[in-house]
């Protein structure tokens, strides 16, 4: 290190401080959420707060007069109901397109549907909004008479083009990953394509599929505006898929610009991003999991 | 005159404008062991691929001349996962597909569309004996075969190739990657297997070829420079200079 002037390992120390810096800060931003999230919650939870009334009423009236009611078994039903309706829809179009492109389609055909895929996946959610509370809301009256478009089906199908994205390209990845003497060897033996892929890929890719459906599960639960401009917004317990639904998203949303500061209301808000963040952290850790999984293979 | 069970005519193959098969024509008779030796790249794997035609899935692969089985020729076959079936490959890293030793052998008989238990297990069975290997693992045939040693990996691909009942099995280079003693008990099966079937030995080790082959091919650059019974390929009087250099390590 002779040679080195005393400006340049300065530099160097600087440089690696800055990268340190950037690699540590990711933590550090989703500790500091977690935090914030859980402080602005944390007085009312250990106050007032009524898990039991908020895990099993329906009852949500956080502005009444007499009798003020944080009742969010509603918004849970309706978060799972349509994440579940989307993931329905999204996960064999998602698994589908991803055994296509990876297996089936020729190389110019899979760079074409790569890009388009990519590029659904970059628009905006409140574009998809808005395709929900227009083209969908009309074509949902039309085709089955409902007095209203905006409903679970709704919100589902569009949360569902959401995902798909996701689903596909993590799902290709997955397929890519198997090494190409197994299709050999399965090919040499006399299988056909589609035998390769249920027998062979699609046990061999397990993991992979599996964390592309629980990322894009994760994608389905945290979505806000898309669902909450497509789904009409009502509190209840949906019982058909043309009832309209609230998810415990949209409710943030919609009523944090509302609630004083502070107020129970407020703190309460702040409770279902507790819980969203759980619900998304436990399934971003199975994915994880999973996926740790398969390198170990 | 012996019975052809495959002849090959005037075969070529290419990728993209590389000539990796440059014309060669021969015949592999029923029931003997042909040995095919030859440096690398000089397109033993290719001619393969041929065999099973799954050279049709490589982009960019142009195949001319034609390759008849039993006299028919197999590129106008309609059903190319019979042909598949009826000729074994041996690839030269074993491949345990992710699936369990029973599975694994099961796999092409399944795919064949066998479903009782009776006829899997008795199958499964059969071709690990032939392989050698079902002493070894009889006693826990669901765990996975890739958790198998390499040398035993690659007689359960000898089994899983056995598995199909093909006429021809074709082993590439199945030895660069095991043991000389589980080579020498390989060898041993595929002498008591010629009895049953076809096979084609393609491999670096000159020595292998002597030990085992009826007949020899010598295979350079892509063409056949010479076909002969194993004992006159390996002596002076081969009818190539070349054979003879290849042969006694004089080149390759």
């Given amino acids: ?297 | 005159m012996k019975n052809s069970k495959l002849t090959i005519k005037d075969l070529r193959v290419r990728f993209g404008h590389k000539q990796a098969i440059k014309g060669i024509s021969f015949d592999v008779y029923q029931n003997e062991i042909l040995g095919i030796i030859g440096p690398a790249q000089s397109g033993k794997s290719t001619l393969l691929k041929v065999l099973n035609r799954t050279i049709e899935l490589i982009p960019g692969a142009h195949t001319s001349g034609q390759v008849f089985m039993d006299g028919q020729d197999i590129q106008k076959l309609s059903n190319v996962y019979k042909l598949r079936r009826s000729i074994g490959i041996v690839s030269p890293l074993p491949v345990g597909l992710p699936l369990s030793i029973y599975d694994n052998v099961a796999f092409a008989p399944r795919m064949a569309g066998v479903r009782k238990k009776r006829d899997l297990d008795d199958c499964v069975e059969r071709c690990l004996r032939q392989a050698a290997l079902w002493d070894e693992v009889k006693t826990r045939l669901q765990t996975l075969g890739t958790r198998l040693s390499g040398g035993q990996q690659q007689r359960l691909t000898i089994a899983r190739a056995l598995s199909h009942e093909p006429q021809v099995l074709c082993l590439d280079e199945f030895s660069i990657a095991i043991d000389p003693v589980t080579t020498m008990r390989i060898e041993e099966v595929l002498k008591e297997l010629r009895s049953q079937m076809t096979i084609i030995l393609v491999t670096n080790l000159v020595q292998q070829a002597r030990r085992l082959a009826d007949r020899t091919a010598f295979m350079f650059n892509g063409e056949l420079v010479e076909i002969d019974d194993t004992k006159v390929i390996f002596s002076e009087k081969a009818a190539v200079r070349q054979t003879y250099e290849y042969v006694n390590g004089v080149f390759g």
């Avoid at chain 1, 819980?275 to 436990?282: N, P, Q, R, S």
Wanted: overall charge positive.
């Fill in chain 1, 1 to 297: 290190m002779k040679g080195r002037t005393r400006f340049e390992s300065i530099k160097e120390w600087l440089i690696e401080r800055i990268i340190w810096i950037c690699g540590v800060s990711s933590i550090l931003f989703v500790f500091a959420i977690f935090f914030f999230v859980f402080r602005e919650g944390s007085a009312f939870l250990f106050r007032g707060f009524k898990p039991v009334e908020f895990f099993t009423s329906i009852e949500w009236y956080p502005t009444s007069q007499s009798h003020v009611r944080y009742g969010a078994l509603a918004l849970i039903l309706g978060t799972f109901s349509v994440t579940t309706l989307a993931m329905l829809i999204a996960i064999p179009f998602g698994l589908g397109a991803a055994i296509y492109i990876s297996e089936f389609c020729s190389a110019r055909v899979r760079e074409t549907v790569k890009i388009i895929i990519e590029l659904l996946a970059a628009i905006p959610s409140v574009v998809w909004g808005f395709i929900g509370l227009t083209i969908m809301n009309s074509l949902i009256i039309r085709l089955f008479h409902a007095p209203i478009g905006l409903t679970m089906l709704n919100g589902g199908i569009i949360l569902a083009l959401m995902s798909v994205p996701i689903v596909v390209s993590i799902g290709e990845d997955a397929l890519k990953a198997v090494p190409d003497s197994y299709r050999e060897a399965a090919i040499a033996m006399g299988c056909t394509r589609w035998q390769l892929v249920y027998r062979v890929l699609l046990p061999a890719a397990r993991n992979g599929l599996l964390a592309a459906v629980l990322l894009g599960i994760g994608r389905g639960i945290g979505e806000t505006m898309a669902v909450l401009m497509a789904t009409g917004h009502s509190i209840r317990i949906p019982t058909s898929l043309l009832d309209p639904v609230r998810t415990l998203t949209a409710t943030i949303a919609a009523e944090l610009g509302e609630a004083a500061v502070h107020s129970d209301h407020y703190q309460v808000l702040f409770i279902i991003g507790i819980l969203l963040f759980m619900i998304t952290f436990i399934i971003n850790l199975t994915a994880d999991l999973i996926v740790k999984g398969i390198r170990k293979q």
